[in-house]
């Protein structure tokens, strides 16, 4: 057996529940799943980076998501509007966790809708009235490059980007919680 594959099997077995101190394989279901999902990761530079991450984060994730298929699906889309963005997926996990705690039905008391609570006012500033926020694809894709927009006019600063999104610019609140929940959570050397 490649030893990628060794690997990607050994991390499965730490991830499945103990069951009377004996560990059981991977049932074939998720093996199959996390396959399929490696596989159709297309923003991953290799295969092992797409394998190691998308395990990490599906096992950080679970407390939010329960269902295996749906939390993959999150993260393949996650890392691949990230990376499109130029953000790193694990940043962009923190804002999601912050913002809606991952509840792609989310409505914030000011409309924002969403995993990243974007305004819906950007639809029509893009002529785009059919998107739907509360799909996950169309609201990463809309976040993301929001976020990415902010990095780069602030040249980099994080804390005042992540104000910028939030509309907070000039107060720490905000991007302090993103920011731990990053260092806390989802914070992935590079």
Request: aromatic share 10%; hydrophobic share 40%.
């Amino acid at each position: 057996m490649p030893w990628r594959c060794w690997l990607l099997s050994a991390l499965l077995l730490l991830a499945c529940p103990l069951q009377a101190s004996i560990r059981q394989a991977p049932e074939p279901e998720l093996r199959e799943l996390m396959q399929r999902t490696v596989d159709e990761a297309d923003s991953f530079q290799d295969r092992f980076e797409a394998e190691v991450w998308l395990l990490d984060m599906s096992t950080r994730l679970k407390r939010y998501i329960a269902d295996t298929e749906e939390r993959l699906t999150l993260l393949r889309l996650v890392h691949r509007e990230a990376t499109k963005a130029g953000l790193r997926p694990d940043l962009v996990m923190a804002l999601i966790h912050a913002e809606s705690r991952f509840d792609r039905f989310a409505i914030s008391s000011v409309g924002a809708q969403g995993m990243m609570q974007v305004m819906p006012f950007w639809k029509a500033e893009l002529g785009r009235p059919q998107d739907n926020l509360t799909d996950n694809a169309t609201n990463l894709r809309y976040g993301c490059t929001i976020l990415s927009y902010y990095l780069r006019k602030e040249k980099g600063d994080i804390s005042r980007a992540l104000a910028r999104y939030n509309g907070s610019l000039g107060q720490q609140r905000y991007p302090a919680k993103v920011i731990g929940f990053w260092q806390d959570f989802w914070y992935v050397r590079p």
